[in-house]
């Protein structure tokens, strides 16, 4: 039972570093500030989201798993609130959106 709890635990934290890689990608990569948001924080939401399913099992006390998963929804939380606060400064202040190839 063990070793297969190492190996979901395994599994999911790999993936969630995967997915925060690829938002960091996607923030060096993509042409524009609203594009950057958008990877980032869907694939940080993902990310943090299969990290924490992969911790749970580790835990000794269903309150512990309980904790990790408010860790989780205040991170959605704050990633939705921060990205709507930065479009909507991008809009503002009418910095140049990505228009697709030329």
């Known amino acids: ?5 190492d190996a979901i635990t395994v599994v999911f934290v790999l993936a969630g570093c ?14 524009d500030t609203l594009t950057r948001l958008h990877a980032l924080t869907k694939a940080d939401n ?12 580790r835990m000794d006390h269903p309150l512990s798993a309980l904790k990790l998963l408010l860790v989780w ?4 939380l704050a ?11 991008v809009l503002r202040r009418g910095l140049p959106i990505w228009k697709g190839p030329q």
């Open 46 to 57: 993902l990310g943090l989201g299969l990290v924490v399913i992969g911790l749970m099992p």
């Open 1 to 5: 039972m063990t070793a297969a709890l």
């Open 18 to 31: 995967f997915f925060f890689l690829a938002g960091n990608v996607g923030l060096l990569r993509f042409p």
């Open 73 to 76: 929804a205040l991170g959605m």
């Open 79 to 89: 990633a939705a609130t921060v990205g709507q606060l930065i479009a909507r400064s």
